[in-house]
Every structure is written in structure tokens, then in C-alpha cells.
């Protein structure tokens, strides 16, 4: 990066370079990676003479992922979609609409063929030919399959997205399904959540500008800095779960001390996601579910959220808590050294030293006979 | 065949009753701490959550059983095979310390049936040094069994084992002469994990793996003098004495240079003042040198080293002041906060020493059952 470039990039974002890098050295860290990475995405942000395109797809959805995206702070959305990243296609953000907005896709995809990023939210219909979401005339299922023909990669963005989500629970009358599933022998970026971390969105992106290619992902897709560990490893209410201190239901002595909500049916010990890190909406404080007292309800795992009945007890994926806890009563000032305690140590010295001296005076009486054995 | 023999002796005694007393009134409160649960016997409290079961079965009960790895050093990576008559019984001892040891941090733990998380991989914390304490320690008992397993199967005159497992012996007594050089120094890394709450005279930081392992190694050997001592008084053995006096020398060599590094430690960190504080815990630095000093004065003169009941005062001072240093560190000068203390209880008390009755009970029957020790004479 040189001055010219930042310059250039100050104007651009109207952002001065501290809060720029500030930004990224934020990125990198939630992706758990070096003040290198932060450096080598600034860079290529900054230096990017052709912002990279977005096409934006939604099917059967209530646009949460991108109303997540509208309470990032940094940066904010209109600064990432029309500054950081060329969103060519979106359709709740799209100015033009109809024939013209369809027609500035077509002619985006062909001439970014094999380059432009695809973030598809919101499931996919799939009972009689898909037929139950249709844009433009088309099926949500047929666009979403062209854009992914010729796409650099694919993300799937909140839950729905990801593997169905609530159309995809119950009866499931349109038979939603999440875009790998139609998709497949593709690779598809999913980030489960309902509504999505913006944040996990944004570290995503970043790391594939920068790098040339997607973060390290799991069986299910998912990307391993956001979604590797449960919200239980690391939820703040954890040593209360350990210590077998519960809230039992809701407004009781323990939740109000703040106790650990598995009894009230967290779904955090078997659901995947860093909730319990980065929190929500970038004002600390404990702004996630648990944090303000209501049990996790699994929202971005399979199987789970929309599935489990709200109240249930989790399936714990680490250890279960057991039934009886040891008492721990903090015995602060205890009553220091007890009389029969100091006479017992003191015996077992004296006992030590005594034989000591009688097995030294033996040895001394015999020692010199016994030398040949 | 081998030139160990089984002593042979009237197993139950006087003395062995006595022990069977004291070992049955550890197991009863042993038995009321699985009952009634930790605190109706220890006194533990929230800051001292390592009471004498840890500090004194394992980190100060692993040292003492540090005998078969000085002995396993000497005489198989320093090739000084005059050593090996002493090895069986010395091998017998660590097994027995190091069970008790793996004994101890079992019932120590609060919640003892998740013990099995251990040997589950993916529940493994790199970062963490109890992880290697524990699992080192788990696979040196183990170590320790199949060393000791030549005087079994003599026994029971499975020969052809016995030639199976003579042929691989080699490669366990490698890993017993790395493991507990790995755990004995992560002993040390834990005072490190405890920073500021451990007394500064004891808190070197990076020099604390060093320092577990010197003084696990000088304590190593004196164990073997007092054995051996013990050996010829209590069950009328043949002196070891001219045996014993080498060992001697290389307790000097091990503890001039703990003392060495531990004073000049004191003195690049700029803590040499604290030793003049006239504080408890300055008088207690002072009661471990002067332990430290008694074995070096009398190990150094030659006349001395000859004499067997000098030896063992010098092995018991070292290894007394071995036990001191830990226990200084990990619990009497240890400072978890304000306003807690710790003492252990008397049944707390008594599980410990019930448990080293116990030991002391199945060391004798093994060694009066099995040929552990050597045959009179030290000439082969």
C-alpha cells in the first residue's frame, strides 16, 4: 500500500486508515488469525483496482441475513456493499427493478464468469419443480443453479440457506432445502444463524479476497474459526454449568444470579456457533440470547433449532452434568492448624527421625563386620 | 538363574500388624471421603484445592519414589553395572511410590468419575501441564510394572516370557528413564502455572523444571541409601554400605549444583533480601538449606561417606529437605488470597500415612515373596 493508495482509499470509503486497519486487525482476530492476515486484507481491499462482484440471490426467507448485515458498525452496510465489494444483484437493495435489474445480472454474470462471488439466503423450494418461489418469472431453484455454474464461490447465507431452515421444519410443504443440497459436488460456504453473525459474513469474504480461497471449513461446510466449537465450550455461564448451579425456571433465584440455563432447555451444548465470543450488534454487554437470559434455541444447527421443542433439555456433545455435585463451600479464614492435627504431624516426623537414628546407630554398630556380607 | 532370591521370611510381624493398624484407619476415612464427599474429611477449602493428598502423595511422593529412575540412569544409560543389585528393590519402591501417587490424584479429584476423560484424546489441552503430569505418570506406572515384571515371572518360572520380555526390556527402560524425567520437570512447570501465588523465594520461574528435576534426582538416590539402609538394620541384609557411599557421591554432585543454581537464582532476580525478612517464610528457606547443607557436609568427607549410619542421616536430611522444598512451594508458603488458610485435618492426615503404611506393608510382603532382593554380596 502506498500513499497514494491510501489517499485514493480514504476517499473511497471516507474512512481515515486508522479506523480502516482497525477494521481488519478486528477481522482477522475474530477469524483467530495474525496481524499479518489483518495487513494482507487491508491490502487487498485498498489496493483492488476492480471491487470484486456479488451476486445476491434470495429464496424463501424473511431477509434476516441482510437485515444482520444493515447492524454491522464496521464497516456499515452501504460502506462494504458499495465500496469495499460491487454488489451487482440484490434484490431488496437493487434500485432498478423488473427486466432491468434481471437484465444487469444477466450481463454481470457473463461478463464476470467464473470470478463474481454468489451469497445465496433464504431456502430453496423443491417440490414440483420449485415452483413455490419464483423471480422473474423463473424458479428460485433455476437461478440459484445457473448463478453457482459459473461462480468463484458460493456462500450460504443463515440458516435457511444453510440447511433449510424453519421452512424446512414441520411439514415442510414446499420441501425447502438448503443450497448445497441442490447443489451438489459443489462447495458451498454455509453460515448457519438465525439471524447470521454479520461478522462470521464478513471475516468469510474477506479471507477469500485476500487469500485466493475459503477458510478451513467442516463436514457440514461451515467455517471452523466461526462454527468450530459449541456455544457451551466457551458461553460465560459455563462454570455455573460445571459447578451444577441452574436456573430451573424462569425468574427464579438462580436466573437472576445468572445461573447456567441448560435446565430451562439451552440448545448451546449441541449447537455449533461462536455466539458466546463475538456476541451481537457490536455493543458488548452480553447482547446474544443467553446473555440476556433466555436459552439458546439452536437456531444455526441442524436438527435443532425449529426442530427441538423450545424448552427440551440439549443433547449434551461434551460432558453431561452429573446428578450430584460435590458440596463447594468456601472455607475462607478456616480454622488453621487443629491440635490433633499438629500432634499427628508431629509424630509422624518425630517417628521418621527417630528411626532414622536407631537404624543409623545400628548400621554404625554392625557396618564395619557386615562389609563382606 | 538370576542372583535375586525371595527373603523368604515370617511375613506377618509385630511391626506388619502395626502397620495393618494404621493402614485400616486410612482406608476407613479413605472410604468416608467416597461417602461423604471431600469435605467431611479434608480441609480443603476454595483457594486451597491441593491439599497433602497432591503435594504429599504425588508431587512429594513421586520424588521419593524417584529411586528406580536415578538407579535406572546409572546404572543402564551410565553403564555403571555394579549398581544393578540395587535396582530390583529400588525399581519395587518407585512402582509402589508411583502408584500412590496415581492413587492420591484420583482421590484427590472432586469429581473422580470423569477420571476416564484422560485417556480420551480429543479431550486433550495441549497447553496444559497437568495433561502431561497426569499422562506421564499414568504410562510410567505401567513402565514400572513391566521393569518389575523379571522377579514376578521368576517367580512363577515362566521362563519363556521371561525371554520374550528380556529381549524388549531395553526399550521400557528407555521410556523409564524419559518419563519421569519429562514429569518430574513438568512438576516444576506447575509452580510456574501458580505465579504469583507461590512465595518468591520459590518462584524462579523458568529455572523451576530444572530445579523438580535435580532435587527429584538427588532424592532419588538418597531413597535408595535409605532403603538399603533400612534393609540392613530392619530385615538383617548384609551392609550395602560400600555400594550406598557411591550413590553418595553423585548426591553431592546433583545438590551442589541445585544449591548453586538456586542461589545464584536468587541473586539475578535481586531476591537475596528476602532472605533476611526474618519472615516464616525466610525461617522455612532456612530449615530446607540447612537440610540441603547437613547431606553435602557429610558426603563430601570421605571418612564419613564409609560410614553406613552417617549415609543414612545424610539420605534422610536430603530427603527431608527435598520434601520441605516442595512442600514450601506448592503449600505451607503458597498464597492463594487473603484470608484462607490450610492445615490438613487429621483424618486428611491419616489417609496419607495409612497409605504409606500400606506401601511399606506391600513392600515387604513382595519383596519376602518375590526375588527382589539381590543374593549376599556385591562382587558380580
Not at chain 1, 479471507?207 to 456455544?231: C, E, M
Not at chain 2, 509452580?191 to 530445579?211: D, R, S
Request: aromatic share 12%.
Amino acid at each position: 500500500m502506498n500513499e497514494h493508495d491510501i489517499e485514493r482509499l480514504e476517499r473511497r470509503l471516507g474512512m481515515s486508515r486508522r479506523d480502516f486497519m482497525k477494521f481488519f486487525a478486528g477481522l482477522a482476530a475474530t477469524m483467530g488469525l495474525s496481524s499479518f492476515a489483518a495487513e494482507a486484507m487491508a491490502e487487498a481491499v485498498a489496493v483492488q483496482r476492480k471491487r470484486p462482484v456479488v451476486i445476491w440471490l434470495h429464496g424463501q426467507e424473511c431477509t434476516g441475513p441482510s437485515e444482520t448485515l444493515l447492524r454491522a458498525e464496521h464497516p456499515t452496510l452501504e460502506r462494504l456493499l458499495l465500496d469495499m465489494i460491487s454488489l451487482d444483484y440484490h434484490q431488496t437493495l437493487d434500485t432498478g427493478a423488473g427486466h432491468q435489474v434481471e437484465a444487469a445480472k444477466e450481463a454481470s454474470m457473463a461478463a464476470n464468469k467464473g470470478q463474481y462471488l454468489l451469497v445465496v439466503e433464504g431456502s430453496i423450494p423443491t417440490k414440483d419443480g420449485g415452483i413455490y418461489c419464483k423471480i422473474a418469472n423463473k424458479t428460485m431453484l433455476e437461478h440459484t443453479k445457473e448463478a453457482a455454474e459459473n461462480a468463484a464461490a458460493i456462500i450460504a447465507f443463515g440458516s435457511c440457506a444453510s440447511w433449510g431452515g424453519v421452512q424446512s421444519s414441520g411439514p415442510n410443504p414446499t420441501e425447502a432445502k438448503g443450497v448445497h443440497e441442490i447443489l451438489p459436488g459443489k462447495t458451498v460456504v454455509n453460515l448457519p444463524g438465525c439471524p447470521p453473525n454479520p461478522y462470521n459474513f464478513l471475516a468469510t469474504v474477506m479471507h477469500f479476497l485476500t487469500f485466493g480461497k475459503l477458510p478451513a471449513l467442516d463436514a457440514q461446510g461451515r467455517p471452523l474459526f466461526a462454527y468450530g466449537r459449541l456455544i457451551h465450550e466457551n458461553c460465560y455461564r459455563r462454570p455455573h454449568f460445571d459447578a451444577g448451579r441452574f436456573a430451573e425456571e424462569f425468574g427464579d433465584e438462580g436466573h437472576k444470579q445468572g445461573y447456567c440455563l441448560y435446565k430451562l432447555g439451552c440448545k448451546g451444548p449441541e449447537t455449533y456457533a461462536n455466539c458466546s465470543v463475538i456476541e451481537f450488534n457490536d455493543i458488548s454487554g452480553g447482547t446474544w440470547p443467553i446473555g440476556v437470559g433466555h436459552p439458546c434455541f439452536g437456531c444455526a444447527e441442524k436438527g435443532v433449532g425449529f426442530t427441538k421443542p423450545l424448552f427440551s433439555l440439549a443433547d449434551v456433545k461434551t460432558h453431561t452434568p452429573p446428578a450430584m455435585f460435590p458440596e463447594i463451600s468456601q472455607r475462607q479464614g478456616s480454622s488453621g492448624v487443629g491440635t490433633g492435627a499438629a500432634l499427628l504431624t508431629g509424630a509422624v516426623v518425630g517417628a521418621v527421625v527417630g528411626a532414622t537414628a536407631m537404624a543409623a546407630k545400628k548400621l554404625n554398630s554392625t557396618g564395619d563386620s557386615d562389609k563382606q556380607g | 538363574m538370576s542372583a535375586y532370591k525371595p527373603l523368604g521370611s515370617r511375613i506377618v510381624t509385630p511391626p506388619f500388624i502395626a502397620l495393618g493398624v494404621i493402614a485400616a484407619i486410612g482406608f476407613f476415612f479413605l472410604a468416608m471421603r467416597f461417602i461423604y464427599g471431600m469435605g467431611s474429611v479434608t480441609n480443603l477449602n476454595g483457594a486451597h484445592a491441593w491439599g497433602i493428598w497432591v503435594v504429599y502423595d504425588v508431587v512429594v511422593g513421586t520424588a521419593f519414589a524417584c529411586g528406580g529412575y536415578a538407579l535406572a540412569i546409572t546404572v543402564y544409560v551410565l553403564n555403571k553395572g555394579k549398581y544393578h543389585p540395587l535396582i530390583r528393590p529400588a525399581l519395587l519402591a518407585s512402582l509402589l511410590g508411583y502408584a500412590l501417587g496415581g492413587l492420591g490424584a484420583f482421590f484427590d479429584m472432586g469429581r473422580w468419575w470423569q477420571f476416564y476423560n484422560i485417556l480420551l484424546p480429543w479431550n486433550w489441552n495441549f497447553n496444559s501441564v497437568m495433561l502431561e503430569v497426569g499422562l506421564c505418570v499414568l504410562t510410567y506406572i505401567l513402565v514400572l510394572v513391566i521393569e518389575f515384571s523379571p522377579a514376578v515371572l521368576e517367580h512363577f518360572g515362566a521362563k519363556k516370557l521371561l525371554a520374550v520380555l528380556n529381549k524388549m526390556l531395553f526399550f521400557f527402560i528407555a521410556i523409564g528413564v524419559l518419563l519421569p524425567t519429562m514429569h518430574q520437570s513438568s512438576l516444576g512447570s506447575l509452580l510456574i502455572a501458580m505465579g504469583y501465588k507461590v512465595n518468591p523465594l520459590w518462584q524462579t520461574w523458568q529455572l523451576q523444571p530444572l530445579l523438580a528435576l535435580l532435587t527429584a534426582l538427588c532424592m532419588g538416590f538418597s531413597i535408595v541409601v535409605f532403603e538399603g539402609s533400612f534393609a540392613t538394620a530392619g530385615l538383617r541384609r548384609p551392609s550395602e554400605t560400600p555400594l550406598l557411599k557411591g550413590l553418595g557421591m553423585a548426591i553431592v554432585g546433583l545438590l551442589g549444583a541445585f544449591l548453586a543454581v538456586r542461589f545464584i537464582t536468587l541473586l539475578v532476580q535481586g531476591k537475596l533480601g528476602l532472605l533476611f525478612a526474618f519472615d516464616f517464610a525466610s525461617f522455612m528457606f532456612l530449615v530446607e538449606t540447612v537440610l540441603f547443607v547437613v547431606p553435602l557436609v557429610i558426603l563430601l568427607s570421605p571418612k564419613r561417606r564409609e560410614n553406613g549410619g552417617q549415609l543414612l542421616i545424610a539420605a534422610v536430611s536430603m530427603l527431608l529437605g527435598g520434601a520441605l522444598y516442595r512442600f514450601d512451594a506448592f503449600l505451607i508458603t503458597f498464597a492463594p488470597g487473603v484470608g484462607y488458610s490450610y492445615f490438613p485435618s487429621v483424618p486428611e492426615i491419616m489417609v496419607t500415612v495409612g497409605l504409606i503404611a500400606f506401601e511399606i506393608m506391600a513392600y515387604l510382603v513382595l519383596v519376602k515373596l518375590f526375588p527382589v532382593m539381590h543374593d549376599a554380596g556385591h562382587e558380580a
